[in-house]
């Protein structure tokens, strides 16, 4: 059963679509593929997770609101030049790393476990059984610190170019309508006084 949330103005802004994950993760509680759901699936779905694949697609996630990434499978190609030779993995698990402080949760990444992927490279029904692993480690880091992590990928220059272009980009464009509205005004309204 998927759940969903209910989004803020922001995160709809964003294009999120947020649902409850059926991951259970207990504070401090290790797990080791602890079964979520059986899915046989068929044909088209099949395909469409491929496709979701080859495109990269990814996961996000959030645990006590630190995000978390991982992408939903991968391609393995044996031979460089040859794209029919590749094979098309599903991740079927997730191993979920937790790093803690005293009580506080300080960091989570995720990991797929590439041993127990799904082969979807042909298009037929495939039973897959998806599952999930927690495991939990003490850390020194304090609860303060923990979103530094997050903060200097999002500090790079390269962010700040794209924000002034589009605030300068959106000036001119402003600049530009409110323009050609006056001249068009000003033909009006002159041949109204004429």
């Known amino acids: 059963d998927v759940k969903e949330k209910r989004e803020a103005l922001g995160e709809v802004l964003n294009g999120d679509r947020l649902v409850v994950a059926p991951y259970k993760l207990d504070f401090k509680v290790m797990k080791s593929?602890?079964?979520?759901?059986?899915?046989?699936?068929?044909?088209?779905?099949?395909?469409?997770?491929?496709?979701?694949?080859?495109k990269d697609y990814y996961f996000q996630m959030y645990y006590d609101d630190l995000p978390v990434w991982g992408f939903i499978g991968k391609v393995e190609k044996d031979?460089?030049?040859d794209p029919s030779?590749?094979?098309?993995?599903?991740?079927n698990e997730v191993r979920f790393e937790?790093?803690?402080?005293n009580d506080?949760?300080?960091?989570?990444?995720?990991?797929?476990?590439p041993e127990t992927a799904v082969d979807i490279t042909e298009d037929?029904?495939?039973?897959?059984?998806?599952?999930?692993?927690?495991?939990?480690?003490?850390?020194?880091?304090?609860?303060?610190?923990?979103?530094?992590?997050?903060?200097?990928?999002s500090s790079l220059p390269h962010h700040l170019e794209i924000h002034w272009?589009?605030?300068?980009?959106?000036?001119?464009?402003?600049l530009l309508l409110t323009g050609f509205l006056a001249t068009i005004l000003m033909r009006v309204l002159k041949n109204d006084f004429v």
């Not at 979520?36 to 395909?47: A, D, R």
């Not at 949760?105 to 476990?113: C, G, L, P, R, T």
Request: charged residues 25%; glycine residues 0%.
């Open 98 to 101: 937790v790093l803690y402080n």
């Open 33 to 54: 593929s602890e079964p979520v759901c059986k899915k046989k699936l068929s044909k088209e779905e099949v395909v469409t997770f491929r496709q979701a694949v080859i």
């Open 124 to 153: 037929k029904e495939v039973d897959v059984e998806f599952s999930y692993s927690a495991s939990w480690r003490q850390t020194n880091t304090p609860f303060e610190a923990r979103m530094e992590r997050y903060s200097k990928s």
């Open 104 to 113: 506080r949760v300080i960091e989570i990444s995720v990991q797929a476990s």
């Open 79 to 81: 031979s460089k030049n």
């Open 165 to 174: 272009f589009s605030i300068i980009n959106s000036c001119v464009t402003v």
């Open 85 to 91: 030779q590749a094979r098309y993995l599903l991740f």
